[in-house]
T-cell receptor, first 113, second 114 residues
Framework: GAGVSQSPSNKVTEKGKDVELRCDPISGHTALYWYRQSLGQGLEFLIYFQGNSAPDKSGLPSDRFSAERTGGSVSTLTIQRTQQEDSAVYLC???????????FGPGTRLTVL | AQSVTQPDIHITVSEGASLELRCNYS??????LFWYVQSPGQGLQLLLKYFSGDTLVQGIKGFEAEFKRSQSSFNLRKPSVHWSDAAEYFCAVGAGFGNEKLTFGTGTRLTIIP
């Protein structure tokens, strides 16, 4: 079956612009996660959804970052007023639920000029 | 809070040689442990996982890992590496119920020489 998909695969934006990153999880997966992978920080957890609720937002680095999930499926990560330090690969993962294997998407590479 | 240490940033091995990648974790209770592999330009793929039970776990692509509670380790092994194993390997720990996020190590980049 189809895996986790993310769009766009690459995004180049100017400092100060807003960006939206999309994640389509595997059908039927109730849990969805966002991570960020950057050279200086490695792989960092951002936010976790169970259904449409986000019980853990502890990894969001600032109030410029927000995420939502609708219909227990698609999720959007929004970064407002982007900064150069936001440049990274943003990875989405989904799973059947707690402690299960997380399936990762290919990521969105964000470059902020 | 949980943490993971992968002491080796980069390892080079000859094709056909054995491999061991080190992973140490910090967590107060029994952790959930994972090894993922990331090939260039690709997403993360799960190699194996440990939740409970037998401390030696088998994964895909001929990999195995052993959970050693006394050493807080979960080292990844392969008896004979193939050129296609060249990639970045990440160890991760999850705290389980009520805290489903994964905490990753910084990764070990594996280079295979002919």
């Amino acid at each position: 079956g189809a895996g986790v998909s993310q769009s766009p695969s690459n995004k180049v934006t100017e400092k100060g612009k807003d960006v939206e990153l999309r994640c389509d999880p595997i059908s039927g997966h109730t849990a969805l996660y966002w991570y960020r992978q950057s050279l200086g920080q490695g792989l960092e957890f951002l936010i976790y959804f169970q259904g449409n609720s986000a019980p853990d937002k502890s990894g969001l680095p600032s109030d410029r970052f927000s995420a939502e999930r609708t219909g227990g499926s698609v999720s959007t990560l929004t970064i407002q007023r982007t900064q150069q330090e936001d440049s990274a690969v943003y990875l989405c993962a989904s799973s059947h639920g707690a402690y299960n294997e997380q399936f990762f998407g290919p990521g969105t590479r964000l470059t902020v000029l | 809070a949980q943490s993971v240490t992968q002491p080796d940033i980069h390892i080079t091995v000859s094709e056909g040689a054995s491999l061991e990648l080190r992973c140490n974790y910090s967590y107060g209770a029994t952790p959930y442990l994972f090894w993922y592999v990331q090939s260039p330009g690709q997403g993360l793929q799960l190699l194996l996982k440990y939740f409970s039970g037998d401390t030696l776990v088998q994964g895909i692509k001929g990999f195995e890992a052993e959970f050693k509670r006394s050493q807080s380790s979960f080292n990844l092994r392969k008896p004979s590496v193939h050129w296609s194993d060249a990639a970045e390997y990440f160890c991760a720990v999850g705290a389980g119920f009520g805290n489903e996020k994964l905490t990753f190590g910084t990764g070990t980049r594996l280079t295979i020489i002919p």
